[in-house]
Every structure is written in C-alpha cells, then in structure tokens.
C-alpha cells in the first residue's frame, strides 16, 4: 500500500504486524522498515510460567506475547520487558534463563544488575528443536529438555556448560524431554511419545532416562510401573526430594517417588483422576522449605505430604510457584493452552 505524509515511505511500501503488536512498513524504494505502534488498545498477556527468583524477584513469562514481568512482592509492584514465550525459566549462576519458543532460544538476564533485561539470547537449538520445557543444573552445567518442531518427534536433551553447548536428540527414540533433574552426578529425565504439532507418535509409552554427563551419553531407560496407571504417553516434571533423595515426578494423576539406583517406585499416589492434560504438560512439582511438595497436575494444584502422601485440593490454575517468603503465587482463573491433547 501507499502511505501518505510520511516522507520516510516513498511509493509502496509492504505491511505486515509484529507478535508484539507494531505495525511495520517495508518501504520498497528505500529498502527500510518503519515502525509505527499499534493502534489497537492491549489486552493482559495470557500468564505462562512463574518463577522466583528472590525474595523481591518473581519472573513471569507470557504466551503468545512479547512481554515479560517482573513482580515484587515485597512492593506489590510489576514492570514490564521484552521477552518472547518462555516455557521454562530457571536461575544458574546468578543469572535468570529462559526457554524461548518459538525460535527454541536461551536467552538470559542478569536479575542483580539489570533485573529487566535487556534479555540477552545466548543460542538458538537448532537440529528441529523449538519448545524448550525443562531446565535443571548441576556439575557447572545447565541441562535442557526439548520438543522437536512442527510435524517431527525427536526431542532433545541440550548440555550448556556456560560457554558452548551440545544437543543430543533422541537420547529416547523418537521422543521429547520434558522433565529433568540432577542429583550425584547424574542426569534424571522423563519424556512424552509427542513430538511438535502436526506429528504421529512413533512409540506407545514414556520413559524415564538416566544420562552420564561425562560420558555423553544415556546409562539407563525404563518405563514407569505404578498399579493403574496403564502405559503413560508422558511422564511429567522430575525433582529430587530434598530429605528422601528420592526421584520425584508424575504422570496424569498420579504423583510418584523412585529409587535413584533401581528407577523402581518407592511409593505413589494417585491425587486426581483423570487430570486435563496436554501432551507436552510438564506437571511443575515444588517443594517447599517445610518438605511438602506441591504439584500443579492439569488445572488444579495439591500439596502432598511426601511420607503420608496424604494429599490436599488448594486451588484451579495453570501456573504456580512457591514464593521466597512462603506464599503461593499463581494466575486466575484457567486460560487455555496452545498444545495438542494426550490420550
């Protein structure tokens, strides 16, 4: 189209709109972009994730949005940044890093000096990966569990070690990481059977993953066998008890602990039955400084007792996180998700 008066935009010029919203002009005499802001009045981002940092630091990703917050509980004060769709956020070495779809991004921030960015990208995944769904640390190095992109299985698991990274897909054939944890020196990690959007799983059943960091590459794999619960197409988020040193995780309903050695259940307990899930659904799992672990298992979050497993309903929400000062923070209301439907 032709623009008038605006001398920066001779002739015509190609308009698109940007995710966050600006309306761009490509002029093609000029071969420049100007940008002009929207002019439709913005709506609040959908909430993705929730993550504190610090007693006075709780990041906040959106979806399908271009912004980011940051929420101080101590002020009851947010400001925004710039941030792509972070499906997961984690903090390693004094820096804040997400995982940014839909280009399957690091990117980082220093939350101490520049606790509104700007976020830095660090990498981008490459080899077909682009959701980014797991983070956990340990041994100097940052590991990162992936969705393989549009119409692909073969998820990846990502070592980062603060200067180069490697990505090593199909450490379970045909399958996407979507949990991960660290404990002694190795790497604990659960998949789903989905791949990215518009693809057929290849195999019927999620695997729990053991993966040997010095020697790149997986020592153990095994499906998951809990009375009622069939074969899982996912197994969800995976933490290490901090006074069991068991390996915690769930799948659909259920809440379950392994033995570090054997990857055999110790103890489960089905908390609801027949969650709403997402094949990609990661089941977040937090512990809190009193040694309950609360898991957000479809819509709904329980607190568990880890020894009685004696369980309790708190609230209906998609996202949480155990704040500094005790306190459970979480969005309202339930707010629907971009993925395909397991099962």
């Known amino acids: 189209m032709e623009i008038e008066n605006d001398p920066r935009l001779p002739g015509k010029s190609l308009v698109t709109i940007s995710f966050d919203g600006k309306v761009n002009f490509f002029n093609v005499e000029t071969e420049s972009l100007v940008q002009y802001p929207s002019i439709v009045p913005p709506t609040a981002n959908v909430i993705n994730k929730i993550f504190a940092y610090s007693a006075d630091k709780i990041y906040i990703s959106g979806m399908t949005g271009a912004t980011g917050a940051l929420y101080n509980p101590k002020t009851n004060t947010a400001s925004s940044f710039a941030l792509g769709q972070a499906d997961s956020i984690h903090s390693w070495n004094g820096r804040v890093y997400f995982g940014v779809y839909p280009d399957g991004s690091i990117q980082t921030l220093d939350p101490d000096t520049e606790p509104t960015g700007p976020v830095t990208k660090i990498f981008t995944l490459g080899n077909e990966q682009d959701r980014i769904h797991a983070m956990t640390d340990g041994g100097g190095k940052l590991f990162i569990g992936n969705i393989a992109t549009y119409g692909r299985l073969g998820g ?20 996407s990481v979507i949990g991960l944890a660290y404990k002694d020196g190795k790497v604990y990690g659960s998949t789903t059977i989905y791949g990215g959007l518009g693809s057929t799983p290849a195999a019927n059943e999620a695997k729990i993953f053991v993966w040997d960091p010095v020697r790149e590459a997986k020592t153990q794999e095994t499906g998951l066998q809990i009375d009622g619960l069939g074969k899982p197409e996912h197994i969800g988020e995976l933490t290490v008890g901090p006074k069991d040193g068991y390996i915690w995780g769930a799948s659909k309903g259920f809440v379950f602990a392994l033995d570090p050695r054997t990857l055999k259940v110790v103890k489960s307990v ?17 512990w809190s400084k009193s040694g309950f672990l609360y898991a957000n298992i479809g819509n709904e979050l329980y607190v568990i007792d880890p020894v009685t497993l004696k369980y309790k309903f708190i609230v209906n929400t998609v996202s949480f996180t155990l704040g500094k000062d005790g306190d459970i923070y979480f969005p309202r209301g339930i707010t629907g998700r971009c993925w395909p439907r397991s099962g």
């Open 156 to 175: 990846a698991l990502t070592v980062y070690d603060g200067q180069s990274y490697k990505v090593f897909r199909n450490v379970v054939e045909n399958q």
């Open 270 to 286: 089905e908390v609801v039955k027949n969650p709403a899930m997402g094949a990609w659904n990661s089941i977040h799992l937090e």
